[in-house]
């Protein structure tokens, strides 16, 4: 029912009803079709509206793409479309339609008639570029997806370290997270080149609800987006409250006492064996460095300050071959891989509270092994 779908589209400026009913009539001539009502997905916010992607599919392609409709709030005659932005694929059914009739002018201009709107520039273009929310939703999507590789292209890696994306998919792997279903991405600061995107999730398997921030920039509106940082504090914090009752630490990204991040597997005391919720970490790793044979990765082991040094230097290099040795049973050749023991020499925490006794939580967290990636 074209027409009838025109005029909803089409509500806050009757004028275009025929040109939106057209436009469906020549999208279903193209062979596209609309995906199902539970198949809408709410992207986020952005300033004063809400934006909704509805799929199409094109018999034959196999390839979904959506219409993304911008939503917002009227006073007099509730929700309606203020902008609905089509992929580049489906342009020649935009430059079908007419132009609509243009605004009246401010100077001699007759006003429209009581309880009507003035008319409203174009309802349907094609989108030439993301925007920071359609840029950030794609990012999060291939995130969501365990989809490393993708989601890296993303990101510009001069200033987010390739540690920090990988330790961010390690936690949504591990925590099946998903986007908030009501206020999933929420644009904070929306400039022309530089944007602020707040990432919504929640974890069933964790019982968490949490967020991120994404950075974007970009050199100048002609540039595509780029992630220049992401803010991880909330839900690496949530992570580890959860992980603490465990009783060994779980956070995938820490700080390195040298400087930059690195990747962290955890251990019990006095223990080289790894803890079970590290399995999951190796894989994700293997799986990268076996992708790419050139991928070279250092391993350092680390141990908390009780003992002697030589047996703390044996058991941290202990750790960190370990993490080698079950990278290689997962098919990373040896010779991507590089160990080395710290023993206690490079803490994250102090092992000792500010009165001089033990901190054993302070001295879990430094039992660990650290994984550096050369990429």
């Known amino acids: 029912d074209f027409a009838t779908a025109g005029k909803l589209?089409?509500?806050?400026?009757?004028?275009?009803?025929?040109?939106?009913?057209?436009?469906?009539?020549?999208?279903?001539?193209?062979?596209?079709?609309?995906?199902?009502?539970?198949?809408?997905?709410?992207?986020?916010?952005?300033?004063?509206?809400?934006?909704?992607a509805i799929p199409f599919t094109k018999p034959g392609s196999g390839e979904t793409l959506s219409i993304q409709l911008d939503l917002e709030r009227d006073e007099r005659m509730g929700w309606k479309i203020a902008k609905a932005m089509l992929p580049k694929e489906m342009s020649a059914a935009v430059a079908s339609l007419p132009q609509p009739s243009a605004a009246p002018s401010a100077t001699g201009a007759t006003p429209p008639a009581p309880g009507t709107?003035?008319?409203?520039?174009?309802?349907?273009?094609v989108e030439e570029s993301s925007d920071a929310l359609a840029f950030a939703s794609d990012f999060v999507s291939h995130l969501l997806k365990h989809d490393f590789t993708n989601a890296r292209k993303f990101v510009d890696e001069t200033k987010v370290p390739v540690e920090r994306l990988l330790g961010l998919c390690i936690v949504f792997e591990e925590g099946k997270y998903s986007l908030n279903a009501s206020k999933p991405l929420i644009v904070t600061i929306a400039n022309p080149e530089v944007s602020w995107v707040i990432a919504q999730v929640q974890s069933e398997e964790l019982q968490q609800t949490t967020e991120f921030g994404i950075e974007l920039k970009r050199a100048d509106i002609a540039q595509p987006w780029k992630i220049a940082g992401l803010n991880l504090s909330d839900i690496l914090g949530s992570f580890a409250k959860n992980a603490s009752k465990l009783g060994v630490p779980y956070t995938p990204i820490v700080k390195n006492p040298k400087g930059g991040e690195s990747l962290a597997l955890y251990f019990e005391y006095d223990r080289a064996e790894l803890h079970p919720r590290a399995q999951k970490q190796i894989e994700v790793i293997a799986a990268l460095m076996k992708a790419d044979p050139s991928k070279k990765l250092r391993i350092a082991g680390h141990t908390d300050e009780k003992g002697a040094d030589y047996y703390n230097i044996n058991l941290s290099r202990n750790r960190a071959e370990t993490v080698k040795q079950q990278l290689v049973?997962?098919?990373?050749?040896?010779?991507?891989?590089?160990?080395e023991g710290m023993g206690k020499a490079q803490p994250l925490s102090p092992n000792k509270k500010s009165d001089g006794t033990d901190d054993p939580e302070g001295r879990s967290r430094n039992r660990r092994a650290e994984i550096y990636l050369d990429f």
């Open 9 to 52: 589209a089409a509500a806050a400026d009757a004028a275009q009803s025929d040109s939106a009913a057209k436009l469906f009539q020549e999208l279903a001539g193209m062979g596209y079709k609309p995906g199902t009502e539970a198949q809408v997905a709410l992207l986020g916010l952005v300033e004063n509206r809400t934006r909704i």
């Open 117 to 125: 709107l003035a008319p409203m520039k174009q309802l349907f273009a």
């Open 329 to 339: 049973a997962l098919g990373v050749p040896a010779a991507q891989v590089e160990t």
